[in-house]
């Protein structure tokens, strides 16, 4: 490929292989999240899955604050409101009790239930509030299902 061909792949196509290097970045960092948590779970006999949560988010808070200090991102701030508050709660939430489900699972079971929660949240959305997905959606649902 000639320079002046390259610099017009880097123009047209940088910014989509970027945005795949982070996605298969955060592919590859939950996979051995996952692998390393029951590897602690199991093989090391820890059984303090809240607490091993807890790590998890001083090490990603200590990860994000250092990429805050070199400039990676900006600190913003939103409105506190209940909203926000369930949110909060809810999302933070999720880890531990996926952590209690890994350490009394299997990897594939834990894994199997983990994909199976986005389909199952749009059912009850459309069941419970008459939200649709569209077709594109489905269909990608679908094959995960």
């Given at each position: 490929m000639r320079p002046a061909q390259l610099s017009i792949w880097r123009v047209r196509y940088g910014?989509?292989?970027?945005?795949?290097g982070?996605?298969?970045f955060n592919f590859v960092a939950s996979i051995a999240v996952?692998?390393?948590?029951?590897?602690?779970?199991?093989?090391l006999q820890f059984e303090f899955s809240?607490?091993?949560?807890?790590?998890h988010y001083m090490a990603t808070t200590a990860g994000l604050e250092l990429l805050r200090l070199c400039g990676v991102y900006e600190h913003?701030?939103?409105?506190?409101?209940?909203?926000?508050?369930?949110?909060?709660?809810?999302?933070?939430?999720?880890p531990a009790?996926?952590?209690?489900?890994?350490?009394?699972?299997?990897?594939?079971?834990?894994?199997?239930?983990?994909?199976?929660v986005t389909p199952c949240i749009?059912?009850?959305?459309?069941?419970?509030?008459?939200?649709?997905v569209t077709r594109?959606?489905?269909a990608a649902l679908l094959a995960i299902a």
């Open positions: 910014a989509h292989a970027r945005f795949a982070y996605l298969a996952i692998f390393a948590s029951k590897l602690v779970m199991s093989g809240c607490l091993l949560t807890a790590m913003r701030t939103s409105p506190l409101t209940p909203q926000l508050l369930l949110l909060v709660l809810l999302v933070g939430s999720a009790v996926n952590n209690l489900s890994l350490r009394h699972n299997n990897l594939g079971f834990y894994q199997v239930n983990k994909l199976l749009v059912a009850m959305e459309w069941g419970c509030f008459g939200i649709s594109t959606r489905l």
